[in-house]
């Protein structure tokens, strides 16, 4: 696998993941372990809710983006850090049953003075559902190293 380096990265770039789909079981249990609401945890509670039923949590989401880009090996086999997210929301509920993928597109590459050997791409991610809506938006922050003054790899 190759390495790609801040030089190598254009802006517009884009990339689609594969897809995956949600299911009530794993809904259920990342909510008890990591955002405990009824419209996350209790599908009878959840019917009572504001979303009329079981719905994944922000969270979940975020997380489940994050794998998908990670398993992608966006930037081959240089070592990438990811420095923060922007504007992170949720526009749609998820819900069980619902197959959703990740697209990415780089919207912005900055060199950074005081750090010569590193740059940040600013990523778009939008995670899609099955019927193309948008149900979640982030913008991603990644470090990245420059291409080695000597060309090396």
Known sequence: MTRRYLEDLQVGETWTSDTVTIEADDVIDFGRKFDPQPFHT???AARASPFGGLIASGWHLAALAMKLCVKARLFGETPIVGVGADEL??????RPGDTVHVKRELVEIQTIPDKPKRGVAKARIDLINQRGEVVMRLYGLTSIPRRPPDGAQ
């Open 42 to 44: 209790d599908p009878d």
């Open 89 to 94: 929301r949720w526009l749609q509920p998820v």
